[in-house]
């Protein structure tokens, strides 16, 4: 058993309203991977770098039991770069700079004992690289989780719905389920996205939480208020490798295991945004996951009976 993670693995530079950081460590699959390290074991990560990404970092990867020999590193090669600024809302953010650099010419080749992976999550990337990956695979897995952007709704959505009816679960936010379904309300939305064959949708909508949708029905999980958030970067890599790592270690994949995984991904989310880059999710524990868990649990109990 194990879980394959694909995306970008990246220097960011961001820029918040609280300060801003320069080239550190991002890339959605960096935060998925991390995210999920804690709840699960054995993954698995496909990306490409260039030589500038510390091997340091990719030692703490190791470390952490993350098996990196599905990363190519591009000899004299630049890591992909993002750049970006945060309106006030924390929630809004231009994108200043995009360099693919190495992710140019990525063409994903999965290591032999990745092939076999149940847990499958494609980050946001390509859609047709998305499916490179899917179509290396030797089994099907047992669950394909997808993340996409804008970005992709806007130039490749042939594409884009050809790998969206190939998987499980696809992980959007509330903007962009309006954007791929034209539809602004969300329940007519999430209808719309359904019919590709998915079974479930989530739909992230940020400190608002997550909604998550099938044939059979529909939950609705929140977010934990924060005190501070420094840098929402990579909280929706979070959020997916959250979910994903939980389901991984349950290997199950009922609709109430997808609610409780809709629990540990605003959690993990919700560490990501409480300091830049990667540096919260680097210095976790399960216990301290856990506690937070109860404690988003505990935000939407009631303990009094219905009555009317
Ligand atoms: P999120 O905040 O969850 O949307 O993810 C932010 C991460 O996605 C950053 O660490 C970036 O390096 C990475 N990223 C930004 N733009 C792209 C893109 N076009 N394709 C893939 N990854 C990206």
Known sequence: MSLTIVGTVAFDS???????????????????????SYLYHDIQLVSIIGEDWPEEELNKMRERGIDTSGIEIVKGGKSFYWEGEYDKNMIDR???????????????????????SEF?????????IQQQVINQMKNRPKLIVMDTMNFWIDIALEALEETIK???????????????SGEYNLLKAADRILDYGIKYL????????ALLFSKDGMFFSPALPLPVIMDPTGAGDSFAGGMMGYLASRNEISFEHMKMSLMYGAVMGSFCVEDYSIRKLQSLSPEIIKTRVKNLLELSRIDLALEI
């Open 14 to 36: 961001v820029k918040t309203p609280h300060g801003q950081v320069d080239k550190v460590i991002g890339g959605a699959a960096t935060f998925a991977a991390w995210a999920a």
């Open 94 to 116: 231009t994108t200043i700079t995009t360099d693919l650099n190495v992710l140019d010419d990525f063409d994903p080749n999965l290591p032999e004992h990745y092939k076999k």
């Open 120 to 128: 499958l999550m494609l980050g946001n990337l390509t859609p047709t």
């Open 166 to 180: 190939q998987v499980d679960v696809l992980s959007i936010n509330d903007e962009e389920a309006r954007l791929l």
């Open 202 to 209: 989530i739909i992230k909508k940020g400190e608002h939480g």
